[in-house]
Nanobody, 124 residues
Framework: HVQLVESGGGSVQAGGSLRLSCSASGFPLNSEYCMGWFRQAPGKEREGVAAISPGGQLTYYGKPVKGRFTISLDDTENTLYLQMNSLKPEDTAMYYC?????????????????WGQGTQVTVS
């Protein structure tokens, strides 16, 4: 039974930083599961933020966050992270962790079956 639980969201001023965590259970992060971070702002579609291949060798970022966000995983703690720096008001959204059985990172929402409940990030 795959379960994903996000944490680390909050309110921050523009230019600040936050680190999101996603605790995974039901599968090991060093197995053949791609992990990703997605976000959804009110009235907008869910969009891919960052994804990482099984084991962490490959990463893939959406254009709006490239150079500011870093995705990583700690397979000893079975936890996925998203370090967010130089935050902007347009980064305000609910952030979701997702996982599914892929060998390459993907940012397509429809590629993921397993989702967490989300954590809110607000940048003012």
């Amino acid at each position: 039974h795959v379960q994903l639980v996000e944490s680390g969201g909050g309110s921050v001023q523009a230019g600040g930083s936050l680190r999101l965590s996603c605790s995974a259970s039901g599968f090991p992060l060093n197995s053949e599961y791609c992990m990703g971070w997605f976000r959804q702002a009110p009235g907008k579609e869910r969009e891919g933020v960052a994804a990482i291949s099984p084991g962490g060798q490959l990463t893939y970022y959406g254009k709006p966050v490239k150079g500011r966000f870093t995705i990583s995983l700690d397979d000893t703690e079975n936890t996925l992270y998203l370090q967010m720096n130089s935050l902007k008001p347009e980064d305000t959204a609910m952030y979701y962790c997702a996982a599914d059985y892929y060998l390459l990172p993907t940012l397509k929402v429809e590629d993921f079956r397993y989702w967490g409940q989300g954590t809110q990030v607000t940048v003012s």
